[in-house]
């Protein structure tokens, strides 16, 4: 698939959960980063065409980043997801009024993920949709 997708995670374990669960579905174009910044370095200079984020994080939160991402023109139009334990309303209205497309709650599975990018791929039409490898 050509979708690039930036995952960021400062849990290294649940950096490379994520990136194991995109493969499974079939994308071979996975960028990783362990912060805010990585990522943001990432999005200064590569292509990327969604992003997965931790929401907590030290330093540049994934809330942080979404506001960097809907802020700076060439990347503004990002599909964003937030990744999270944080099932408070008003901290989830605060990201929605950020900009945040979805969100994945943890613990997260193929199955939850493989839904959410299927969702993402009707909207943005440039996403490939998910596919298993054989």
Known sequence: M??????????????HLTDKI???????NIELAISGEE???????????????D?????VSGLDLLKFVRSTARVAAIPFVIITTEHDKS???????????N?????????IVKRKLYDLAKLFPSLNPPHESL
Do not use: C
């Open 91 to 101: 901290v989830i209205f605060e990201a929605a009024k950020a900009g945040v497309t």
């Open 39 to 53: 990522a943001k370095n990432s999005l200064n200079s590569k292509k990327i065409d969604l992003v997965f984020s």
């Open 103 to 111: 969100y994945v709650f943890k613990p997260i599975n193929k199955d």
């Open 22 to 28: 995109l493969r499974g579905l079939g994308y071979v």
């Open 2 to 15: 050509d979708t690039t997708i930036l995952v960021v995670d400062d849990s290294k374990m649940q950096l």
């Open 55 to 59: 929401w907590h994080m030290p330093g």
